[in-house]
């Protein structure tokens, strides 16, 4: 088990479908990450929240759009996704220049 | 741009038989190199951080080195449980800039 907890496991999702990672965390980090991870491809970095705000953006299309509620949650929302988007999709938190913890992460396959 | 460059892609090794990961890395400014271990379906688990060159983690079978190009993982005398991706990644930016990884080393360790 990690300490950062990734909802659903699994998500199956038509293209115009509307559905929502969920990613939370209780040790206090103020800095949430979602990674993108392909099969056999390293994880790649899709966002960053910095104390509850947006600090990174590398060029992630707008069908993929993340919200921080609180310090504690992390959402990524989703809509009228491509098959290629399929992926295993990885939260993380850390403190400060610090190493992230990930979570076990939301196997997406989209239709 | 950040380059990290990880040999060899895959890796079979009889268990018991010790060998290195290499992870070469060309950055602009190092904030520090962190090794992850990843297992299949599973998110990275954290081992190591290195900030400086010279500097050496040790944690059961695995010790991490750091040079001011690369990096090693050496395994002691590997166990089958050992088998795993192993990733490195670096961090170049602020405390919460996310990590850039390489592609990883895919290791097997036979009984």
């Known amino acids: 088990d990690t300490e950062v907890t990734q909802t659903p496991k699994h998500l199956v999702m038509g293209m115009t479908n509307k559905k929502s990672l969920k990613c939370e965390q209780h040790?206090?980090?103020?800095?949430m990450y979602w990674y993108k991870q392909k099969a056999k491809k390293p994880p790649e970095l899709m966002f960053v929240y910095s104390y509850e705000k947006l600090s990174i953006n590398e060029s992630v299309p707008s069908r993929f759009s993340p919200e921080c509620p609180n310090s504690s949650l992390l959402n990524l929302h989703l809509h009228a996704l491509q098959p290629e988007d399929s992926a295993l999709y990885l939260c993380?938190?850390?403190?400060?220049?610090?190493?992230?913890?990930f979570g076990n992460g939301t196997r997406l396959t989209v239709t | 741009e950040d380059q990290v460059t990880q040999s060899p892609e895959a890796l079979r090794l009889q268990e018991g038989e010790s060998s290195s990961l290499n992870c070469s890395y060309t950055?602009?400014?190092?904030?520090?190199l962190f090794w992850y271990r990843q297992d299949p379906g599973k998110g990275p688990e954290f081992l190591f951080t290195l900030y400086s060159a010279g500097e050496e983690k040790e944690k059961e079978r695995l010790k991490a080195t750091l040079t001011k190009k690369e990096s090693f993982l050496h395994i002691t005398a590997p166990k089958p449980e050992d088998s795993a991706t192993y990733l490195c990644?670096?961090?170049?930016?602020?405390?919460?800039?996310?990590?850039?990884f390489g592609k990883g080393t895919h290791l097997i360790i036979q009984p």
């Open positions: 950055v602009s400014g190092l904030r520090g």
């Open positions: 993380a938190s850390s403190p400060p220049y610090s190493p992230l913890h």
């Open positions: 990644a670096v961090r170049t930016g602020g405390g919460a800039d996310g990590l850039t």
């Open positions: 040790m206090g980090h103020r800095a």
